[in-house]
């Protein structure tokens, strides 16, 4: 082989190197030119507007004369609606995920695999279909008893769990002869108390009426849902490369499974699973249909603020539902907004996104993989 | 603590773990279900006549003797109640006057409540409307228009201070003593005559057009729609990331740069997919003005971008699955990296890539922020493949918001948006099930 | 490989000669939508070589697209504003306005209300949340739920310079995406007062009397009933007398048009 063609080889792989490094950074450069593109007609808001009115007002009337973009009560309801998606999708997910790679045998979890797929896989203007057309009906018809339902599906095996824990743990003061008595009554009577305070809690609710079915709690049990299998699959993961010494370790130190999991696995799992509860809000967050067709869209801070069975509006849902109305051309204040909402979301998604990617990392120095 | 105590707890926790498992599968059989049940209701329902009268005019289906003694049938059957009608315009035409305007608007209503149900009067003027050409075309409507027809709902408003009171009337107390009287009996005894409602298999509704903003018909452009997008996000995306991740696995050597290009690839998939639908308008249509308006191009590539981080991860975790003896039997024959990666790796690779590109094409056919500003619209025709490059089109996602925020008949046509929402369902679930059958013979073929 | 090639030039061939003669690009507001759509699918079936698609994305985003000349006709809720008329002079655009229809915006309560009829006074104070329970206007003793359209609508924006007189409207009203919207909640809410276009009328929800004058398309016409608005289709310049343009935009002139629009719930602005 001569020197030559060996060198044109050289050239061309080079070439051809050079070729798949442009095509990587253009398409993961996209990321800038969308920074770019919303950042150009988001500044022009800021310099019409300034920044305090939006950040702290809560006045949303863009078409009013003079027009006012107070945006906190929006920002609040991406908020709330986000909060009570997490506190949806967090235990339910990471109980689930433990469950998953830690309790259930191979080929169950075979099995219940394709569920986290198929709610992962399901279009988000299908769950908005079904928040608006199913559950908000049912909702604000049949409220109360929903409400009653959902509190008792929750409490009712936690608080039994924590009856028996409770007067165990009582038990265990009293000599020998007592305790198994003493075991016994207690757990009679926090058993009935416990009873006693669900069914009264349950009339409550029972007795509350809806006036809205398309409301915060609507979208965050929906969003809750949706963001579910992220949280699930990414914190399965993370508890899968805990890896088995640990585990072993533990189990030969005498531990139960369940001690195993809450006092070693899950400690050493833990920056993985805040890493899926981040991409789990972020799903929440960036989600629009959902929000844009159930929320109810009132532009204002429900009254007191953690009543999540009053509408609310999103950034994502105002972006979408303004941007139709506005009038592009004239370079209005009021189009320019909804790319200063975008930009926040844009902004806190990134910033979201290296907390997550830093969490990650930091972990992976102090298990030295 | 005890020892029977830790075991409790013990199997308390793996209980709470399954009870969370169980809620999740209870959500997914909670949302899927009306889904299903409603949406299969466009598809396979009792239909009347006049649905396949509708069927017959409208797309010259079935066969036309048939048809004829079917609408000779059910018109046999309604003749007593024209025949009632004009009875009764000539018993009107005998009464002084004043009797005569007591009767005005309670025959205009009983007229427009026949209209809906039955149709417009044969021999009438036809309406412009298409809705307003037939009567009741599904068994389940009929019977609620027969309600509306039999009764009448007025509210009792003599307390001034409480709230009113229906008070639910048969409508044939307007009438008593008329040639109308019998009218509401016969149509309530003879309902089945006159409508024929019949089981129906109408799986044409996937590739119908809408008549009459869908009161009619069925989805065919929207579907066409979603397969146009979704295909055209894929011819985009797929080269680009599967580019990106050879690259990534072969050529690059991990570094500040990789780091950088991953942090970018993560913070693109983290954007939310409405600022997406901004950057497409923004981008696309505004300034590079991709094409005049929105149209199929710019969403399939505003589309593309949003699934781009998605295929670029799947095809890398294709890549890297890849046992490493192939690559290094390949380079030690002599064969040079570029030729490794496209004889040896991507072929063992495209499995695994096409899974993944597979289920991301389920997430391109269902988003809908992104499509809104660039690409869909209301009503439009099924377009050539062509014209796919100059114009916009009605899709799936964004029908079936349209369709059930925005119609003037939402109630009227629920089993539509129902029917929309299974088919969109449908298709990106058998996307996903056709990935995960694909995955499963993967794993069997590279472990074996 | 020779008749692969042969087949894919044929297929584009044909994809070439299927493309619609004529079409017509509609944008613009979601209240003329079911006019747009009603109008658009009648004129399809009656020429089959003409391709309408119509966007339901709002007024401004209408008149955007016509200012751009990416549109050829913009539906439109409102009336032009200067800045927008400045904005098509520049590009060259003339926007010559269509009155296709009127609408009237009832105010709807639930059926068991038993309160008949409000002055446009009466509706404001309710709006800005002076007047919070029925009893004050002669109704029974309950807190009013006031519903609003979405800021975005041009439906609120007629509400809004037709009723409020510039004030604002209380920070305690829900805000609904769609007309279809408010009926819902209205239907659902015993207490509740909302406004809707006049086709979303149905037996569901009441329409109350407005300084005693009712909703219908006569008092609408007559300027009578107090809240109403004409609806508009833009076209750059007045289209070729004979175009399919021309065709569409006094499609409402006509018989059927005018039949068409009674139909879904507008007022024709003519009547024979």
Redesign the interface.
Known sequence: MSANTSRL?RFG?LL??SL??L????????????FY??A??AVPFFKLEGFREFFTSS???????PAEFGARAIFFGTGIVTLGAVVVAV???V??A???SD??PFNVRQV?K??????A??????????A???FA?LL??KGGAVLAIGAW?ILA?VLA?LV??VS??TA?RFSDLMRHKVRWILILLLGGAALAGMIALGRHLNSIEI??G?NALNVAVILG?MA?PTV?SVSEDALQATGRELREGSYALGA????T??KTVIPASISGILAAVI?GI?RA?????VV??AS?????IPEPWYNMLE?V?TL?AT????????????G?AR?HV??AM?LC??AF??I???VS?GIVRHSRKKLGK | MRLETRRLLDRAFSGLGVIAIGVMALALIVILTPIIVKGSGAFVFRSTVEHRKVMFDQWDRGNPQRIEADKAAAAEARQPVYDMLSAFDAELKAMPRKERSLYKKPLRELEKALAELLGPVPGEHTPVLIRQQYGATRWDRAKIKLDELLYTEDWDYSNPDALGVLVKTPRVEQFRGTALEPLFAYIKENISAMMRPRWTFYWQFLFDTSKDSHIFGGIGPEVLGTIYLTLGAMIFAIPMGVIAAIYLCEYSREGRVVSFLRICISTLAGVPSIVFGLFGLAFFLNTIHISNSKSVLAGSLTLSLLILPTVIRASEEAILAVPHSYKEAALSLGSGRWHTVMTVILPAALPGILTGTVISMGRAAGETAPIIFTAAVSVGRPLMPLEALSQPTPALPWNIYNLSTEHEAVDEIRHVQFGMVFTLVALVLLLNLFAIVMRARISKKLRG | MKKAVMSAALMTAVAFTGVAEDKIVIDGSTTVGPIAKAFAEYFMAAHPGVNITVSESGSGNGAKSLINGVCDIADMSRPMKNSEFKAAIDNGIQPVAHAVALDGLPILVHPKNPVQELTIEQIRSIYTGVITNWKEVGGPDMEIVVITRDTNSGTYETFEGLVMNKQKITEKAEYVGSNGAVRQRVQSTPAAIGYAGLGFVDKTVKALRVNGIYPSAATVRTGEYPIARPLFMYTNGYPELGSAVYQFVTLYLSEDGQEIIDEIGFIPVTSY
Request: charged share 10%.
């Open positions: 080889k792989a051809g190197q798949l490094f095509v990587t950074s253009l398409s993961t450069l996209t990321v800038f030119f969308i593109f919303i150009r007609d006045s949303w009337y863009p078409t009013g004369h235990p339910l997910g109980s689930a433990v469950c998953l309790v259930l219940v394709p569920v986290i797929e198929i709610l896989a399901i279009p988000s203007v299908a769950y908005g279909f079904f608006l057309v199913v009906p604000q018809n599906l095996p769990l028996v824990v165990d743990l265990d006036i809205s398309a849902i579910l699930v139960t499974r369940a001690e999991i809450l991409l972020m967050i960036g989600e629009t249909m844009w067709m109810g869209n009132a532009a204002r509408p509006r994502t972006i979408a539902g303004d941007m139709g109305e506005a009038d592009h051309v004239t209005s189009f909804l790319f975008a979301l844009l998604s990134f979201m996104n290296l990617e």
